[in-house]
């Protein structure tokens, strides 16, 4: 793989660099990977993460690579970030890569103890993983316990099928199942003060979630789609929202027949999700789909959504070469930049 770092790179840390003095408060970075975006590649023959500055003057694909001279195997799933460090999950490899999250360079590796994990959250001084096992067993499904002090698999908590999505809140874990390679349709909360395990039931494929302004946890159900399956039917997608305090519905916005969004983000108090090339707003206190979209993408591979700072950032993935990053301008949908970043490009985060 071949380190590609443009020459500004270096010249704007210069300058950025040279600013920083007694007389103002200017913070240095914190590494030559801090004040940008990350891209996570699941990689086609090799995954890896991208890195583009927050002022769009540097772009380097293959950071890790390039850091520590050693590849991150396939599939990249996600990365999890807990204070300076990242976690870099490959479900393929059965591997989390804990690097220094400003400079990439690798701070351990745990690989015993994990099964097709997918993603990971923090809480109360551990690290919550999700694991498939077998994608097809319905009955090996796991929630790997992480000591960060030693970095091992200390523990697990036996789980429905195919749990994805992970996020803590008090001491509660909100765990979204998709199914793996079949279909669920609960969301389970674990208390972690005792290990006892609660399941709300919602619409099909459940997978991204975001906590609203509100307090509540979001959650897009894609709903069965799976048009190759043998026994498959069609079922409604939706968008539900949880009242995490009793730990029950609120309301499930449910998508007409045939429609089947895949992937949201949360920022202020808007909901964005993607559906057939088109981004969509939802305001955290509205109960009705918009029936109009806010940006059209036309002719792309749209794998990827994330949105900040009034803008909206979406992966147009290739699996046999270099994917693209695009970011639009939320106001006027226009397109301000294109990125070349790793092949099957899919997780988008601001460093």
Request: aromatic share 10%.
């Amino acid at each position: 793989m071949k380190k590609i770092i443009l020459s500004v790179l270096s010249v704007s840390l210069l300058v950025f660099s040279c600013s920083n003095n007694d007389d103002d408060d200017t913070q240095l970075p914190l590494g030559d990977y801090d004040n940008g975006i990350l891209v996570s590649a699941e990689g086609g023959q090799s995954a890896s993460v991208s890195y583009i500055s927050d002022d769009y003057m540097a772009v380097e694909n293959e950071i890790y690579y390039n850091v520590n001279t050693e590849i991150l195997g396939v599939y990249l799933q996600s990365i999890g970030f807990n204070g300076d460090l990242a976690y870099i999950i490959s479900d393929t490899a059965n591997t989390i890569i804990v690097v220094n999250r400003y400079t990439f360079i690798k701070q351990a590796e745990i690989s015993t103890g994990l099964l097709t994990p997918r993603y990971i959250t923090f809480l109360n001084g551990k690290g919550y993983v999700t694991n498939w096992g077998d994608g097809t067993d319905t009955t090996d499904d796991f929630i790997a316990e992480i000591d960060l002090n030693t970095n091992t698999v200390t523990g697990t908590i036996a789980i429905a099928e195919g749990p994805e999505q992970i996020l803590a809140k008090g001491d509660n874990l909100y765990i979204s199942h998709k199914g793996g390679y079949n279909i669920n349709n609960i969301v389970s909360v674990i208390d972690t003060t005792d290990d006892s395990i609660e399941t709300i039931t919602v619409n099909d494929a459940p997978d991204e979630m975001a906590f609203d302004s509100n307090g509540n946890l979001v959650v897009l159900c894609s709903g069965d789609n799976r048009d190759w399956a043998a026994n498959y039917v069609e079922t409604a997608a939706s968008i539900t929202r949880i009242n995490t305090t009793t730990d029950t519905v609120i309301e499930t916005l449910e998508f007409a027949a045939g429609l089947h969004p895949s992937q949201m983000a949360h920022d202020d108090d808007e909901v964005y999700y993607a559906m057939n090339n088109k981004i969509y707003e939802l305001d955290d206190d509205e109960s009705t789909l918009p029936t109009t979209s806010i940006l059209e993408i036309a002719d792309i591979y749209l794998y990827g959504l994330s949105v900040n700072d009034d803008k909206v950032y979406v992966t147009n993935a290739s699996f046999t070469a270099q994917s693209e990053l695009l970011i639009y301008d939320l106001d006027s949908s226009a397109l301000i930049h294109t990125f070349n970043v790793g092949s099957g490009a899919s997780k988008i985060y601001f460093n």
